[in-house]
């Protein structure tokens, strides 16, 4: 909970990234993170994704965060999944439920941001994982479909 709070208040206290650079640096009454939210550029919407494993019996979860180019809330989704046998199978998989979901919503140009850097070096072809084939394949599948889309 004190994570989401502290998003919020990043995300309300950003007016440019150098500001916020400096601001989070010096902010000690925000526990420190590796990394940090950023806003998308104008005209584009961010996606952060997250998937949950438990073990390969159980279905995984899914949820994932909508905010546009000023940082505004525009969604937010909690979605069951498919039995997966990998947590990055799960992280995959809530990535293409986003993917799909921010299609449907009709967004052209979409920041999808994830918490895992395996999946992120897989999507930008930095490595390659055989057992996660299918799932890279269905998630460039679906990129091909907007207009600019990029993983970080």
């Not at 007016?15 to 584009?44: A, C, F, I, L």
């Not at 525009?74 to 998989?93: F, H, I, N, W």
């Amino acid at each position: 909970m004190q994570y989401a709070k502290n998003d919020a208040k990043e995300w309300k206290q950003v007016e440019d990234s150098e500001m916020y650079e400096s601001d989070r640096k010096h902010d000690t009454n925000v526990p420190q993170r590796q990394g940090h939210r950023k806003r998308p550029p104008n005209g584009w919407i961010k996606c952060n994704t997250d998937g949950s494993f438990i073990n390969g019996n159980s279905l995984t979860t899914a949820g994932w965060v909508i905010r546009d180019s000023d940082g505004m809330y525009s969604g937010a989704v909690k979605s069951l999944g498919q039995r997966v046998q990998r947590p990055l199978e799960s992280e995959l998989q809530a990535i293409l439920m986003a993917i799909q979901h921010c299609w449907s919503l009709g967004y052209g140009k979409i920041v999808m941001e994830t918490d895992c850097k395996t999946a992120k070096e897989i999507l930008h072809d930095n490595k390659l994982q055989f057992h996660v084939y299918n799932w890279t394949r269905d998630i460039k599948w679906w990129c091909d479909k907007f207009e600019d889309i990029c993983f970080q």
